[in-house]
């Protein structure tokens, strides 16, 4: 890793890129949303005004987000902390604040079980706009075959901006404003971040330090849970960019 973070100084320096943190107060875990309508439909959804009335879980999306929440609740337990040391955000978008309900739903379950205790702390929620779908400019709507233009373009450029498509470099800062953001607002928490597939990636690899070009090397599935670090431990193995055309589940 350290490769990575000697690459992305390099990087930022000359792309003006915002800096990850030095240090962090709270652990992160980015959460991708559920299977949704959008998903089944193969089309994309980054309209906010359109995604935050519509393109819902479907009920396998639902299942997804329970299953994020037992993934969440297990990383709880090996760090030995409460429901009440936990808070949930999500976008505006339909999809992802039902992931959220349900992972937060799921987490106080797990509680129940563990303890028998059912007057237990509630679990805190929150909506955060800069978790919103990355805007995907004129493809919006379109089937997601329109991500094989668009990422081999990041993966030349983080600034491009082509079709309107909102550039990886603007997503990093919007991504640098709400962990500002929350570091204020919280001290040794866990902070759970229910968002989208390439603003999970680009989160996960800007807060690591790596560069950010190749996020698309880090699919998340849907309701996949990873925790997000410095030091990019928690990074998994990158993989080839596959076509989405078909499915961009």
Same mark, same amino acid.
């Given at each position: 890793?350290?490769?990575?973070?000697?690459?992305? =100084?390099?990087?930022?320096?000359?792309?003006?890129?915002?800096?990850?943190?030095?240090?962090?107060?709270?652990?992160?875990?980015?959460?991708?949303?559920?299977?949704?309508?959008?998903?089944?439909?193969?089309?994309?959804?980054?309209?906010?005004?359109?995604?935050?009335?519509?393109?819902?879980?479907?009920?396998?999306?639902?299942?997804?987000?329970?299953?994020?929440? @037992?993934? *969440?609740?297990?990383?709880?337990?090996?760090?030995?902390? $409460?429901?009440?040391?936990? @808070?949930? +955000?999500?976008?505006?978008?339909?999809?992802?604040?039902?992931?959220?309900?349900?992972?937060? +739903?799921?987490?106080?379950?797990?509680?129940? %079980?563990?303890?028998?205790?059912?007057?237990?702390?509630?679990?805190?929620?929150?909506?955060?706009?800069? %978790?919103?779908?990355?805007?995907?400019?004129?493809?919006? =709507?379109?089937?997601?075959?329109?991500? &094989?233009?668009?990422?081999?373009?990041?993966?030349?450029?983080?600034?491009?901006?082509?079709?309107?498509?909102?550039?990886?470099?603007?997503?990093?800062?919007?991504?640098? &404003?709400?962990?500002? *953001?929350?570091?204020?607002?919280?001290?040794?928490?866990?902070?759970?971040?229910?968002?989208?597939?390439?603003?999970?990636?680009?989160?996960?690899?800007?807060?690591?330090?790596? $560069?950010?070009?190749?996020?698309?090397? +880090?699919? +998340?599935?849907?309701?996949?849970?990873?925790?997000?670090?410095? *030091?990019?431990?928690?990074?998994?193995?990158?993989?080839?960019?596959?076509?989405?055309?078909?499915?961009?589940?």
């Amino acid at each position: 890793k350290m490769f990575c973070l000697i690459f992305f =100084g390099l990087f930022l320096n000359s792309e003006g890129i915002a800096s990850p943190p030095e240090k962090l107060k709270n652990i992160y875990f980015a959460i991708r949303h559920g299977q949704s309508t959008a998903n089944v439909a193969n089309i994309i959804s980054s309209n906010p005004m359109v995604a935050s009335r519509q393109h819902e879980l479907t009920e396998n999306g639902r299942e997804q987000a329970v299953s994020a929440g @037992v993934s *969440l609740w297990k990383e709880m337990e090996r760090l030995n902390a $409460d429901v009440d040391s936990l @808070v949930l +955000y999500s976008s505006n978008f339909t999809r992802a604040r039902q992931t959220k309900e349900i992972i937060a +739903y799921e987490i106080q379950r797990q509680r129940q %079980l563990k303890t028998g205790i059912f007057d237990g702390p509630f679990c805190r929620i929150g909506l955060l706009e800069n %978790l919103r779908e990355r805007d995907f400019g004129i493809h919006d =709507g379109q089937n997601t075959g329109a991500y &094989d233009l668009i990422w081999p373009r990041d993966l030349e450029d983080a600034t491009s901006s082509v079709d309107g498509v909102e550039s990886v470099a603007s997503v990093c800062q919007r991504l640098s &404003d709400m962990v500002q *953001l929350l570091e204020k607002r919280h001290d040794n928490e866990l902070i759970g971040l229910c968002s989208h597939a390439d603003v999970c990636q680009i989160f996960q690899c800007w807060i690591a330090g790596c $560069d950010i070009r190749t996020f698309s090397s +880090y699919r +998340y599935a849907n309701g996949e849970v990873r925790r997000c670090d410095i *030091l990019g431990e928690c990074l998994p193995e990158p993989i080839p960019m596959v076509s989405q055309s078909e499915s961009a589940a």
